[in-house]
């Protein structure tokens, strides 16, 4: 069985600690938008860590389901703030956060 190890942010990290054991799923995403996922299959597991400058850790993980392209609103509408932000405002302002400057939100309605 393989393992994937993702580099997350510690704010998303610290959103998800906040629901704590409410927490069934949550949605890792990517702020590129542009390239699917295919280092794990359905059932592996997924580890999150936070950036060398956030400690360097491992944080939680869990069992990897699948990778879909979705526009940011219904990411928001199927995981709300298991996105790990806690509105569809924070949840644009963070991906932008992390993309190119001057590069358009992906997949934005």
Known sequence: M???VGVTDVDWYHQLSLIGDEVSQVNFWS???NRA???LKQ???FLFKTRARDGNEIVGGGVFDAFVFMRLAEAWELFGSQNGVRSLDEFRSRVQMYRRVGSP???DA
């Open 105 to 107: 939100l992906p997949f």
């Open 31 to 33: 702020p590129g938008g």
């Open 43 to 45: 059932g592996e597991i």
């Open 37 to 39: 996922f295919a280092a």
């Open 2 to 4: 393989k393992a994937y």
